[in-house]
């Protein structure tokens, strides 16, 4: 996995700590204080963005009652048209330059994902420090093209996308040369572990060369967390207050304090990752006491042999290390060595085993 950018004056990439998004959607439950409240909570719990999602239900749809605009196939939403459910969850446009004013108050990134080309200029005249792309937008090489050609980072969510359509919104974000990442990303609501494929990341990474992370809609902290041990740059996870307040989004969503223990599950996870290391490790060496080594097990005059009988691999380790035992089996030992002697050279004859063999 390569490649690294910035939102705002975060870096973002392989060897950085993970970029935390918390995704409010509709879990505002139509309430601009709740909104409020989900920001600030957002940067309490320590979350790097805030992000919103900005279009009407008229900039995604039509008010059609036909079957084909009705929702099925077992969702959450099923029986519903795609414009009730949209009028249902979208978040007033008069909203959210108010929220990206609290949100830059405080300290912590909003930007948001636009649906239509009229949501882009809306949030360009917000001045929003990134853009990102939903899965399901990720065939719209149009939108694609005019949020590129903002200059502001882009995070694209692959969901659905087949090799060749990613191969296409890549390019079409290229085009304009700005910064990209891409998230792997189930979409299912809520979403199966099983059905994470959380190899891809990596694979998205190394074939596109960008920051690769994870938009998970897995119920649970324990995906994103095992992501991050495959290399996830960049985590996004839906936010709200309560599961138990009903919310187009709410069912697969972390409250206030998953979240938190999300993020440091995260952090845990990768200082854990650590670096390619061998050999014995600084909170390790108090332990190097517990190996093996070669002690006297009996008493052994001068002149007898060394044998199987007084000398033992044993623990603590503050004699020879087995491997010499073969070598000092059948000498004889230079001088009286008391039961519990951890072996050393010294205790040796010159013949037992060459010194520079110690090394």
């Known amino acids: 996995m390569t490649g690294e950018f910035k939102i705002g004056n975060r870096p973002i990439g392989p060897g950085r700590p993970a970029y935390i998004i918390a995704e409010l959607s509709a879990n505002h439950n139509r309430s601009f204080d709740e909104a409020v409240k989900l920001v600030r909570a957002a940067k309490d719990i320590g979350a790097d963005a805030v992000k919103l999602q900005t279009y009407t239900a008229d900039t995604l749809t039509i008010r059609c009652d036909r079957p084909e605009f009705r929702i099925g196939g077992g969702t959450l939403w099923d029986g519903k048209t795609l414009h009730d459910l949209y009028g249902e969850a979208y978040t007033p446009w008069d909203w959210q330059p108010r929220l990206k004013q609290v949100a830059d108050e405080i300290g912590i990134h909003l930007f948001s994902t ?5 949501a882009v200029d809306f949030l360009e005249a917000m001045d929003v420090p990134a853009y990102k792309i939903a899965s399901f937008e990720m065939i719209d090489l149009p939108l694609i093209e005019k949020v590129a050609r903002t200059g502001k980072p882009v995070i694209m969510s692959t969901g659905m996308a087949t ?7 890549v390019a079409a974000v290229r085009r304009h040369g700005v910064d990209l990442a891409l998230l792997k990303c189930t979409s299912a609501y809520p979403a199966r572990p099983e059905d994470a494929n959380l190899r891809t990341i990596v694979d998205l990474g190394q074939r596109y060369g960008v920051p690769a992370g994870l938009s998970d809609h897995t119920m649970g902290i324990a995906v994103p967390v ?71 097990v009996a008493d052994i005059q001068a002149g ?7 000398v033992r691999s044993i623990r603590p380790g503050y004699g020879l ?39």
Do not use: M
């Not at 060496?285 to 070669?294: E, I, K, P, Q, T």
């Not at 007898?304 to 007084?310: G, V």
């Open 304 to 310: 007898q042999p060394f044998t199987e009988a007084n």
């Open 114 to 118: 636009p649906f239509d080309p009229t």
């Open 226 to 296: 095992a992501a991050i041990a495959l290399g996830a740059c960049i985590i996004e996870k839906h936010l709200t207050w309560s599961r138990s307040v009903p919310g187009p989004d709410a069912a697969f969503s972390l409250e206030i304090e998953e979240f938190r223990d999300l993020i440091a599950a995260v952090r845990v996870a990768e200082r854990a990752l650590g670096e390619v290391r061998y050999g014995t490790g600084e909170q390790e060496a108090a332990s190097r006491v517990f190996r093996r080594s070669l002690f006297a």
């Open 163 to 169: 090799r060749e359509e990613i191969d296409e919104a």
């Open 321 to 359: 290390p087995p491997k010499y035992l073969p070598a000092i089996l059948g000498r004889f030992a230079p001088r009286d060595i008391p039961r519990g002697t951890p072996l050393s050279w010294d205790l040796l004859p010159e013949t037992a085993v060459p010194r520079k063999a110690a090394g």
